[in-house]
């Protein structure tokens, strides 16, 4: 079985720019999770779909933040314009069903902004 | 104060000790209490779960819950040099999808 698989790995991009990062969750993964982690900081959640619907999105930051799911397969999660403070490492994982141990994590993108 | 306090240490120990790994956390609605294993440029693996109090061992790693006190331990028995990297606790409430991590505490077990 695939892992969680997010792209890039690795970005480098200017304050002011735009980025989407993206995240393709085990096949038949219902849930979809968002988190980040900003440099000395804990793990945050960002937000849940189910599906292709938003459940939670309590832990996005500010409107700089747009997070898609298209038809319930891959997710998108687009920063623009870019700041400084949206440097960090950003997760993606995915369940089939309810509670804690569905949880498979991606290894990440991390984002650098300049 | 913060939901879920971790020591990000690092802690370095020899191959073959005991290591305890520990969090103390405030928000009573939590009911799941997790540890995570992260490699460097990895993404978190589950490592052991516990649901409300008690212990749980798988191997060489036991994980306990004191809800009365809330604070949470994993030990690693035996430790190896492939059991350097980070360990983080995460937390759950009942019904709830967010984990609330700690910050994780650096492991290095020197050969």
């Known amino acids: 079985e695939a892992g969680v698989t997010q792209f890039p790995s690795h970005s480098v991009i200017e304050k002011g720019q735009t980025v989407t990062l993206r995240c393709d969750p085990i096949?038949?993964?219902?849930?979809l999770y968002w988190y980040r982690r900003v440099m000395g900081k804990e793990i945050k959640f960002l937000l849940h779909?189910?599906?292709?619907?938003?459940?939670?999105e309590s832990g996005m930051p500010n409107n700089r933040f747009l997070a898609e799911r298209t038809g319930g397969t891959y997710s998108t999660l687009k920063v623009q314009p870019a700041e400084l403070e949206d440097s960090g490492v950003y997760f993606c994982?995915?369940?089939?069903?309810?509670?804690?141990?569905?949880?498979?994590f991606g290894s990440g993108t991390r984002l650098t902004v300049v | 104060q913060k939901e879920v306090e971790q020591d990000p240490g690092p802690l370095s120990v020899p191959e073959g000790a005991i290591v305890s790994l520990n969090c103390t956390y405030s928000?009573?609605?939590?009911?799941?209490f997790m540890w995570y294993r992260q490699y460097s440029r990895k993404g978190p693996e589950l490592l052991m779960y516990?649901?409300?109090?008690g212990n749980k061992e798988d191997g060489r790693f036991t994980a306990q819950v004191d809800k009365s006190s809330k604070y949470i331990s994993l030990f690693i028995r035996d430790s190896q040099p492939s059991d350097s990297a980070t360990y983080l606790c995460a937390m759950q409430g009942a019904g709830s999808y967010q984990l609330t991590f700690g910050k994780g505490t650096k492991l290095s077990v020197i050969p």
């Open positions: 779909f189910v599906k292709e619907s938003k459940q939670d």
């Open positions: 928000n009573s609605a939590f009911q799941y």
């Open positions: 994982a995915s369940s089939q069903g309810r509670g804690f141990y569905g949880y498979t």
């Open positions: 516990t649901y409300s109090s």
């Open positions: 096949s038949g993964h219902d849930n």
